[in-house]
């Protein structure tokens, strides 16, 4: 160690000296060495002809994709667990939720529990045999922080759906088609994951309520789940494979082949991270589980 009164003043003596005690000298960038080393870049690309790219691993690719969606999740999964909150009769429409600013970046305050409530509801399937109409609700009967959760459900499906870019670049006339064919099936699959992980055969939701209609698709779903312990890396990745369809026959070319493009991206991934984690004879059983999901 040198004392800095100790230290010499002169800069090349100082520089000699730390070499001396076992410096590596290639480790000081210069401002020169800087700019040799951008002229030498630019001659060498000057005479392959091709630009410099950069490389980056499939391994690295795939991983980055997937916590772009574990991301995504988490944001909606705090939206579902937050304050924010609107009434069905708000008079919201498609488009106007598809033209609102997202609240998925947004930081809301949790909700509470609900506590004291009650709502009598028939089974689906009794109105439907019956052509029993469902019920009028009087929204002002229930606490502000009730959740009525088949439309706050739709509400931040959504917003999750409009957070992705390539969305964004389609029409706005097969952007209300996707919103139609695969809200219900994104519905049922978060819920289904979310009851799941906190250990529940029925389907709950983060306000403590509980689904109150018996739909044996969903159920079946949540016993797929346990049945191959599902991870949340291969859930983020069958949610995203449900929402890039491009077998509807409603939306237009050019939207086909965009959904097409991000589906292979999502299956291969997908793919990779089965292969990780299952072995070769467990992968045929596992991935027919995972199609029966979605």
Not at 213 to 221: A, G, I, K
Not at 232 to 243: D, N
């Amino acid at each position: 160690e040198h004392k800095k009164q100790k230290r010499r003043k002169c800069r090349a003596c100082r520089f000699r000296r730390c070499v001396e005690e076992g410096m590596n000298p290639n480790a000081i960038v210069t401002d020169k060495r800087k700019l040799d080393l951008k002229d030498f870049s630019e001659k060498r690309q000057h005479l392959l002809g091709v630009p410099l790219k950069r490389i980056i691993l499939s391994e690295n690719r795939a991983f980055s994709s997937r916590e772009e969606l574990l991301y995504s999740e988490c944001r909606i999964q705090l939206l579902r667990k937050s304050v924010h909150n609107f009434r069905p009769d708000c008079g919201f429409t498609m488009d106007s939720l598809l033209d609102k600013f997202t609240p998925m970046g947004t930081s809301s305050p949790e909700m509470p529990l609900l506590t004291n409530w009650s709502m009598t509801l028939m089974d689906i399937e009794y109105h439907l045999n019956n052509r029993v109409p469902l019920p009028v609700i009087d929204y002002n009967k229930y606490p502000s922080n009730f959740k009525f959760w088949f439309y706050m459900d739709l509400v931040y499906h959504m917003a999750w759906i409009s957070s992705f870019d390539f969305f964004k670049t389609l029409e706005r006339r097969d952007q209300k088609t996707i919103v139609k064919m695969v809200s219900l099936q994104l519905m049922i699959l978060t819920t289904s994951y979310f009851s799941y992980r906190h250990k529940s055969s029925s389907c709950i939701f983060p306000d403590g309520s509980f689904f109150v209609w018996n739909t044996d698709h969903m159920f079946d779903v949540i016993r797929n789940c346990f049945e191959i312990e599902l991870e949340e890396e291969e859930y983020v990745l069958i949610k995203m494979l449900l929402l890039c369809n491009p077998t509807w026959q409603q939306l237009s070319p050019a939207t086909r082949f965009v959904l097409a493009s991000v589906q292979r991206k999502f299956t291969s991934v997908l793919l990779d991270y089965c292969l990780v984690r299952f072995t070769h004879l467990s992968l045929n059983n596992h991935s027919e589980k995972s199609r029966q999901i979605g």
